[in-house]
């Protein structure tokens, strides 16, 4: 059962902190956000020139498997974990603190929006242990919090799930070593047109989602204004 703290009306003092608080935990949030786009944006040229950096700004399963080749083992779990693992603590408290609130602010300016989050959320409540483990990134951290699940067992089955999933990224990384070469070597020779193409991507990915986003704190504000009833 997730809680929804910011339901009730608080005192201006309280309020004036709790805001407060909420912009210290949703900064690092948005800063991840705002990272991503900018480690996709500019994967092409990172990817040859600074490979670690890249996987830190965007800590996608594709650029773990590209960055492979130029990593030792060490270092490759090591920024894989750092990487994977940096933004869950604060994705967590954020749960932990607001509740459902936060699972709507966080889906609608982070593009997560859609079926494939709404079948993870009903997922995790039937078995939030095995989510947790097979898919420990920023959405399933955020309901962990707001289930309110017990920091110790967070902890253990987020990292133990982390580690597995960039041990796994090195192994694919080593079985597909040549044809990862290959990809290398088509982006190093395009890196200019592939950059440009890239952050095309991207930008044409944020206009349409705060489009998207828009339309959709629109029509709820026209819902309630019509006094209509809420989905279920």
């Known amino acids: 059962m997730t809680r929804n703290v ?3 009306p608080i005192p201006e003092q309280p309020l004036r902190r709790r805001r407060r608080e909420l912009v210290l935990l949703l900064a690092p949030v948005v800063l991840y956000m705002v990272a991503m786009g900018v ?18 700004l965007a800590p996608l399963g594709r650029h ?4 492979s080749p130029a990593l030792d083992s060490m270092t490759f779990v090591l920024v894989g974990v750092i ?3 940096l933004v869950d603590p604060f994705m967590y408290i954020v749960g932990r603190r607001y509740g459902d609130a936060s699972l709507v602010w966080i ?12 079948w993870l959320e009903r997922l995790f409540r039937r078995a939030a242990l095995p989510v947790l483990f ?39 990384g080593e079985a597909l070593g040549p044809l990862i070469q290959v990809v290398r070597q088509f982006v190093e020779e395009h890196v200019v047109a592939l950059t440009v193409l890239s952050v095309a991507a991207v930008v044409t ?17 026209d819902s309630v204004v019509r006094g209509d009833e809420p989905e279920v």
Do not use: C, D, H
Not at 64 to 67: E, P, R, S
Not at 208 to 220: I, Y
């Open 39 to 56: 480690g996709v944006a500019l994967a092409p040229v990172l990817l040859e020139r600074q490979p670690v950096l890249l996987f830190l």
């Open 134 to 172: 097979v898919w420990p990134g920023p959405l399933v951290n955020l309901l962990a919090g707001a289930s309110v699940m017990r920091v110790p067992v967070w902890l253990v089955i987020n990292l133990a799930g982390t580690l597995t999933s960039v041990l796994l990224a090195r192994w694919f």
């Open 205 to 221: 990915s944020v206009i349409v989602r705060r489009r998207r986003v828009r339309k959709l704190v629109n029509a709820e504000r």
């Open 6 to 8: 910011l339901a009730t």
């Open 83 to 85: 990487g994977y693992f």
């Open 107 to 118: 889906e609608r300016r982070s593009g997560m929006m859609g079926r494939g989050a709404r």
């Open 64 to 67: 773990l498997l590209l960055v």
